[in-house]
């Protein structure tokens, strides 16, 4: 008999309250948001305070910049993410369901839309405050695995964005219909890899354990581009390799693609998080060449 592990009893929301005949509910994800914008930005203040990190010993932005940062950051990560769930993975509906666009609380986030806001918010706030941006990108790269970390336990919390089928012994059985069918496969219902726990542990710890080492080590703030080159390129491959475990979005699924690629040839292809992940890969390589030339 197949060993695998039970999906343990969690809630999606922590508590709920009701106020004058509407409930209000705490949940795993939006908690999880907000430990990841609150320890960002507490590490990028630990390091703005401390300028021998960075080029000439001085910090690209005081405290209070980096507070007002965190406002843009989060206008970033609300409506970049929701707009490239959006466009990324579900156009046609939305194309026929526009006013379901703003319903943040039915869930849909896409992190390669969130980090295209966050990168828009940055470019726009660095020239208005005369910020050396690749030192600013440098800092949010930092700040960014934490928010990675928590998110992706919120979505095992959730039951959501699960992997492909498996029968290693750490395999999941989740709840729900879809979850537990899977074509083809022997047991009923069937057991999938956990891949929200392989990005917690590559794309959270791995990833931000390897960026602070650079910090701290190797005086990788001191080359301007370098922390962000690696974090884009980490990220990417990080992302590359679990989606070989993660489940596709069912609109790329079909009888003549059961693996789910948005773009294939022959046997072979690529999924929709695979090929919006190179073009990180690109950006952080380009980062560390430029992160290398000699600085006047």
């Not at 990841?36 to 390091?47: K, P, Q």
């Not at 005369?130 to 030192?135: H, P, V």
């Not at 596709?248 to 773009?263: C, E, K």
Request: proline share 7%; with cysteine.
């Amino acid at each position: 008999m197949q060993a695998v592990l039970t999906f343990p009893d969690l809630d999606s929301e922590i508590f709920a309250i009701s106020l004058f005949g509407m409930e209000f509910a705490l949940r795993w994800y939006a908690l999880a948001y907000i430990a990841g914008i609150l320890i960002g930005w507490r590490l990028v203040v630990a390091l703005v305070k401390r300028p021998r990190l960075w080029p000439g010993d001085r910090a690209p932005m005081t405290p209070a910049q980096v507070e007002e940062l965190l406002t843009w950051i989060i206008l970033g990560i609300i409506l970049g993410g929701r707009l490239g769930f959006v466009f990324f993975y579900k156009p046609l509906y939305y194309l026929q369901h526009p006013l379901e666009i703003p319903m943040l609380w039915q869930g849909g986030m896409a992190f390669h839309g969130g980090l295209l806001g966050v990168i828009l918010a940055l470019v726009l706030f660095t020239r208005r405050h005369g910020i050396a941006l690749l030192s600013a990108a440098d800092a949010l790269a930092i700040a960014t695995p934490p928010g990675l970390f928590f998110g992706r336990i919120a979505n095992f919390i959730n039951a959501e964005l699960w992997g492909r089928p498996s029968d290693l012994p750490w395999a999941v059985v989740f709840p729900g219909e879809f979850a537990q069918y899977c074509p083809g496969w022997e047991t009923v219902p069937c057991a999938r890899h956990p891949s929200q726990l392989y990005e917690a542990g590559l794309e959270g710890l791995v990833l931000g354990a390897a960026l602070l080492w650079l910090v701290a080590r190797r005086d990788a703030l001191k080359r301007p581009g370098a922390v962000a080159g690696m974090f884009f390129v980490g990220y990417g491959f990080a992302r590359i390799f679990v989606e070989l475990f993660r489940q596709p979005d069912f609109q790329f699924v079909s009888p003549d693609n059961p693996m789910g690629y948005a773009v294939q040839w022959g046997g072979a292809g690529l999924t929709q998080g695979q090929l919006l992940s190179l073009p990180m890969v690109a950006l952080g390589l380009i980062l560390l060449a430029l992160s290398r030339r000699p600085r006047a």
